[in-house]
């Protein structure tokens, strides 16, 4: 054995755990400490690499997929290394979760430095900190903005840090998080340390994007992205009691698949607390969690969930970060997810103990505008952004904080005031400090476009989503395409391969059926007139076509020949939206760049609302006129 010398407070000494020690750093091999710290026989083959790189003081960029078991990639070499191993995380929950963890192994020398613990605790914890006892140290990424603590970090040795939840750091990561912006200078101020960072859902633009920003050299370690005990479905639904109905008799019919439990995943908190209100009046017995619940009754529904008292848990995106329940059968999506990283890493926590275990999504062509409407609400309007600015400058260089800004600025809320900060950081106008936020410098433009652009990634991460939904292909291959892997055997179980395997129940006609139904005969003809139609040499309609479709569309009839004959036209070169903002007569930039609004049928469908275009797009292609092309950008096309 080996160790610290050192001398403790009286309150550090106090507050070790009973029979704990304080002597940490070991001789053990990795295989020993493996076994005998943590109790296990076998790393996997990712981890195995990972610790070895990070051994041998290698940066590592780690995608390792929700279940892999990442956090052991830098749990092991914590007892391993000399120092402090600290680790970034953005969810206290997740923070807490990861030390009661090691806690029931044995492993005492862990701790957390967060805003949710007492200030007298936190000072005892920091004294232990540099005093040698604690060797692997969870904070949040907000702390890094402290002088008092960089000043700790300066004082002991950090050997690893970690930065979990990477794609965090990449504003077109689908979780960007300013505060992860002070990596690189955290980086800085550790020269000597080594690097991981960690994250499940990576495309290969946000990995490229990761390395750039934290500016090292670091080598890739890229788990297997495919789940094969994993079932994926998806349900087309006409309406909320419709998805009731599917959900009802899945989990009528196995509650909790084979004495798992099962976990329905919704988009908001009223939702979540009325379903769960529902699966009870059928007898079903369920449990709802989110993030506006007070934090004692939220550990109290964790813990009865993983204690296997309640069998079905109704919840917000805030639950399942930390929860290692190895028997969840059934991960369900009520609502329709902003993307296909947050719909992979939800249902991701289903299967962990190997064995089969089904995803399903209840698609209802509604939820698109849902979540077209929370993707709105996450950025300022310009109004918002001069409104925040005008109140920055007339503070005159006195600090203020966030908080002071929302009371001040009418109907800004958290996530766009965050987003319009970032932007003013980002382009050098603020200065930083405990006191709060100051602009420093008086720009002549104040250049919105990193937001638009951040804006218009989140629209096509639901195009994708939308399209998974929708798709006639295999969706194992789907999913692992967007993360750039290959699906190197056959599909092991998803409802386009494997339609034995959906859950059958008697028929009833969908609402987009029948809104397409009374049209059938004008898109028989409408696809039986392209033929004859005029096409210039570049492919486009001719203007007396153009204008005979316009003025069809115009006395509000024929949406579905328009939609064909712009589909036609563009010949799969755009995806559902762009066809839906050509025909509305979008004044988006990204149309005018491209040329779109020249197009003979720009406009043709101005009278109507986009929203509705859409919905008609999808009951087209729900009727088997038009099909999506999978890909990092899904085409839209004739059948």
């Known amino acids: 054995m080996c160790g610290y010398t050192f001398k403790l407070t009286e309150k550090a000494v106090n507050l070790l755990p009973t029979g704990g020690s304080i002597l940490h750093t070991t001789n053990l091999s990795t295989e020993e400490t493996l076994s005998k710290v943590f109790g296990l026989t076998k790393l996997r083959e990712k981890q195995s690499e990972s610790i070895a790189l990070t051994l041998a003081g290698k940066h590592t960029l780690n995608l390792l997929p929700t279940g892999y078991g990442k956090s052991l990639c830098y749990q092991l070499p914590s007892q391993l290394l000399p120092g402090v191993t600290l680790v970034i995380s953005p969810l206290i929950a997740l923070m807490e979760d990861q030390i009661s963890g090691l806690r029931k192994r044995g492993i005492t020398n862990a701790t957390v430095l967060n805003s949710s613990v007492h200030p007298e605790e936190l000072q005892e914890r920091i004294d232990l900190v540099r005093s040698g006892y604690y060797k692997l140290v969870y904070v949040a990424p907000e702390r890094l903005d402290s002088p008092r603590f960089r000043a700790l970090l300066q004082s002991i040795k950090v050997s690893l840090l970690v930065i979990d939840e990477a794609h965090c750091i990449s504003q077109w990561g689908h979780d960007f998080r300013p505060q992860y912006r002070h990596m690189k200078s955290l980086i800085a101020l550790l020269p000597d340390s080594t690097v991981m960072a960690l994250t499940a859902t990576a495309t290969p633009k946000v990995q490229k994007d990761i390395i750039t920003n934290l500016g090292l050299n ?60 529902r699966l009870n009046g059928e007898g079903i017995k369920a449990a709802f969690y989110h993030a506006g619940l007070p934090a004692p009754m939220r550990k109290a529904t964790q813990k009865r969930f993983e204690d296997d008292l309640v069998k079905v848990i109704v919840c917000t995106v805030a639950f399942g970060m930390g929860v290692d329940k190895a028997n969840i059968r059934k991960v369900v999506h009520y609502n329709l997810p902003p993307s296909l990283e947050n719909y992979y890493q939800e249902a991701g926590r289903a299967g962990r103990d190997g064995q089969p275990a089904t995803c399903t999504l209840l698609y209802q062509p509604k939820d698109i505008y849902t979540q077209r409407w929370l993707t709105k609400m996450n950025y300022p309007t310009e109004k918002q952004i001069f409104e925040v600015y005008e109140f920055l400058r007339l503070s005159q260089g006195s600090p203020v904080r966030p908080s002071a800004i929302l009371e001040a600025v009418p109907d800004i809320k958290e996530t766009p005031l965050h987003s319009t900060l970032d932007l003013f950081n980002q382009l050098g106008l603020l200065t930083l400090s405990p006191g709060g936020i100051t602009l420093k410098t008086i720009p002549s433009y104040l250049d919105t476009s990193i937001l638009t652009r951040r804006k218009e990634q989140d629209e096509d991460r639901l195009e994708r989503m939308i399209s998974y939904a929708l798709t006639p292909l295999c969706r194992r291959r789907t999913i692992l395409g967007y993360f750039g892997q290959a699906l190197v055997n056959d599909c092991s179980g998803c409802d386009v391969c494997h339609p034995h395997l959906r859950m059958t129940f008697s028929p009833t006609p969908s609402r987009a059926h029948r809104a397409v139904n009374p049209e059938r005969e004008t898109i028989k003809k409408a696809r039986q007139a392209l033929a004859a139609r005029q096409f210039d040499q570049d492919g486009f309609i001719s203007a007396a076509d153009a204008a005979n479709i316009k003025s069809q569309a115009g006395k509000g009839d024929n949406l579905s020949q328009a939609i064909v004959s712009l589909t036609t036209e563009l010949k799969g070169q755009v995806g559902r939206t762009t066809v839906a903002s050509i025909l509305a007569g979008s004044k988006a930039k990204k149309l005018a760049d491209k040329g779109f609004d020249k197009l003979s049928l720009y406009g043709a469908c101005a009278h109507r609302n986009q929203d509705t275009i859409l919905e008609a797009i999808d009951a087209l292609i729900e009727e088997g006129h038009l099909r999506v092309i999978p890909g990092m950008y899904p085409k839209l096309t004739i059948a």
């Open 218 to 277: 670091m080598e890739v370690v890229k788990g297997d992205f495919d789940r094969p005990n994993l079932i994926l479905e998806v349900e087309k639904c006409d309406n909320p009691a419709d998805k009731d109905r599917h959900l009802f008799a899945r989990l009528k019919h196995d509650p909790a698949g084979h004495g798992g439990s099962a976990i329905v995943y919704v988009s908001s908190r009223k939702e979540a607390e009325a379903l769960s209100k």
